[in-house]
């Protein structure tokens, strides 16, 4: 049996959050408590590129398999980019990797695996072929 963090973590951020409410400082798991709050940026990053990827990958195959398109589609382009504003508005500092080349072109790397293993394409561009203003845009539809 370990400790409370590693057997329930549930019931760890309850007594830590009511330690904290108290000003017990010396009771708290200062250690997790600094791992717990740099795992929340590095969720909320992982969940705007894991939205970024699939909103790029739709745009490729909307773009280079047109034949496709449908309802599902439109549906999960609009999602994918009323959650990215969403995720930016909630949390400004996501805005630093929208205007990263580098974590844009990892993002989009990521998405052309995906479409490429969905649709058995090869077409697909080495670079974003789009502005990051283009792909947020909801009146954005490319070819």
């Not at 090869?122 to 845009?137: A, D, G, H, I, N």
């Amino acid at each position: 049996m370990g400790t409370l963090y590693d057997d329930d973590i549930i019931a760890w951020s309850e007594q830590q959050a009511a330690l904290l409410r108290a000003g017990r400082w010396e009771l708290l798991d200062h250690y997790n408590i600094a791992e717990e709050i740099e795992d929340v940026g590095h969720r909320e990053k992982k969940e705007l590129r894991s939205r970024l990827v699939v909103l790029l990958a739709h745009l490729l195959k909307w773009q280079f398999q047109a034949s496709h398109r449908g309802p599902s589609w439109v549906h999960s382009i609009s999602t994918q980019r009323v959650a990215i504003d969403d995720a930016v508005e909630d949390c400004p500092s996501l805005q630093t990797l929208l205007d990263d080349p580098q974590w844009l072109a990892t993002a989009y790397r990521r998405a052309v695996r995906d479409a490429q293993a969905q649709t058995q394409l090869k077409v697909f561009p080495t670079e974003l072929p789009w502005r990051m203003e283009q792909v947020l845009s909801p009146d954005f539809w490319p070819g």
